[in-house]
């Protein structure tokens, strides 16, 4: 198994460009189903959580395409499979987002229970709640979800729990339904709006997205478009949280800061000096980080996907933070990982108090999720000595080439071949 073998100390400089977004791309990708045209996508990343959903979009019968690293194209004329495997389900969650794209354009969709994850539960109820709501006949059998309607009917919506890849889901299926549909209660996130405009683009009639409250007006038939992915705000907000920690002078290309303000808002409590510059981050940082409290919330709120970032760098930061994670109750696999580099961390429920050290040293540490590898890495940066990772293959789920742009900013990091799991 591959393993990043990282010796801390090196401070960072220089230019890194931000891909397109994870959270973007899987559902930008699904809306592929929705039509027979053809779907053309650019800056979608090459990471392992696009393969899949590329290979499960295949699996139904679309014809993807991969044009250079980072183009998709996607024509869905003739889907002959309706049903998405537990193989593909039980390695990406986010393969739910085929339920309301099937089930809205043929009548059918079969999609296996996703069941828990490290992060937490992650149930898939408000999908079912709000698909039944739009007239669809749901059962779960044998481990599936069997979703079948004739034809959705729009109606008002209004999820119990503000879910992102449920919202998705709902507009996607509102979209073909007949008549129109108002999501109460919606999730507000970029990736949501940037969803939003492809759809828009393909001939859907959607308002209000980037609110929580949505209007879906159903149409006939929708066609194909071709759309650029709006960058990762989590990539960059990882940058700036290695940045934090290291110290040193970055250039953060093809950013939208806009959609990452809390991020940036907190990262300069933590000392970074950030500058807006045409669409780039110009970010400096030449002292030991202050340590910063951090409460995840919904968008715009500050993002759960930051939350093990911004522990990392509280780590090595001075003083003591307070961490609050309100989105997922068991996100905090990566506190023993980073207790073993040094840190002192205790949970209390879904609370961390961080009393930053002044080093960390580095050790052998496993990932466990996604973003508990990103904080691995951060700091892996600064420890003293070697840190290796292992299980890195959750870190290639969601962030494209993360060693190798790290490299660029001098870092001493490399990927190498665990020999003795052979
Ligand atoms: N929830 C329910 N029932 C549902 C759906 C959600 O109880 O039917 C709960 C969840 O258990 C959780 C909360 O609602 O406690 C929010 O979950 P949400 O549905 O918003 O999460 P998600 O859509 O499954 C997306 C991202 C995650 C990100 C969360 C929160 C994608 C593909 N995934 O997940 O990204 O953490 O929103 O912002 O968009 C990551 O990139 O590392 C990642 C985990």
Redesign the pocket.
């Known amino acids: 198994m591959e393993e990043l073998q990282i010796i801390g100390g090196s401070k960072l400089e220089g230019d890194v460009s931000i891909s397109g977004a994870?959270?973007a791309a899987?559902?930008i990708l699904c809306a592929g189903l929705l039509t027979s045209e053809t779907i053309l996508l650019t800056n979608v990343p090459d990471l392992h959580?696009v393969s899949t959903t590329i290979k499960l979009l295949s699996q139904l019968g679309s014809v993807t395409r991969k044009h250079g690293q980072n183009e998709v194209s996607i024509t869905s004329n003739n889907i002959e499979n309706l049903k998405a495997p537990y193989e593909l389900v039980k390695a990406m969650?986010?393969s739910?987002?085929v339920l309301g794209p099937l089930l809205t354009r043929f009548g059918e969709a079969i999609v296996s229970m996703p069941g828990g994850c490290a992060?937490?539960?992650?149930?898939?109820?408000?999908?079912?709640?709000c698909l039944s709501a739009l007239g669809a006949d749901i059962k779960i059998e044998h481990g599936f979800v069997i979703a079948r309607a004739k034809k959705l009917k729009g109606t008002l919506i209004r999820?119990?729990?503000?879910?992102?890849?449920?919202?998705?889901n709902i507009i996607m299926a509102a979209t073909l339904a007949e008549g129109e549909t108002i999501i109460e209660n919606a999730?507000c996130?970029p990736?949501i709006v940037d969803l939003s405009n492809m759809l828009i683009k393909m001939g859907a009639n959607i308002k209000g997205h980037g609110t929580n409250r949505i209007i879906i007006k159903g149409v006939d038939k929708l066609h194909g478009t071709s759309h650029r992915i709006l960058p990762d705000r989590?990539e960059a907000g990882t940058f700036l949280c290695a940045l934090a920690a290291t110290g040193g002078n970055i250039r953060i290309k093809d950013a939208n800061p806009y959609n990452m303000l809390a991020t940036i808002d907190k990262i300069r409590l933590s000392g970074v000096n950030v500058k807006q510059d045409n669409g780039n981050l110009i970010c400096s940082m030449s002292k030991r980080p202050e340590s910063v409290d951090v409460i995840t919330r919904?968008?715009p709120g500050l993002?759960?996907?930051m939350q093990a970032q911004f522990m990392a760098l509280n780590c090595i930061a001075r003083g003591t933070s307070i961490i609050v994670e309100n989105?997922?109750?068991n996100r905090y696999l990566h506190v023993q990982e980073l207790n073993r580099l040094g840190a002192n961390i205790t949970i209390n429920g879904n609370s961390a108090t961080v009393h930053g050290v002044d080093f960390l040293s580095g050790a052998t540490v496993k990932a466990t999720?996604?973003?508990a590898s990103a904080s691995l890495v951060i700091a892996g940066l600064v420890a003293q000595g070697k840190t290796t990772i292992e299980q890195i293959y959750h870190l290639d789920r969601?962030y494209e080439n993360m060693e190798l742009k790290l490299q660029k900013l001098g870092a001493n990091i490399k990927r190498a071949t665990n020999r003795n799991d052979e």
Do not use: C
């Not at 992060?119 to 709640?129: A, L, T, W």
């Not at 999820?159 to 998705?168: A, K, N, S």
């Open positions: 994870k959270n899987l559902p959580d969650r986010a739910i987002l992060i937490g539960q992650r149930p898939v109820d408000q999908h079912i709640k999820p119990d729990v503000i879910t992102v890849t449920g919202t998705e999730a996130e990736e989590i919904e968008y993002a759960t996907d989105i997922f109750e999720d996604l973003r969601g």
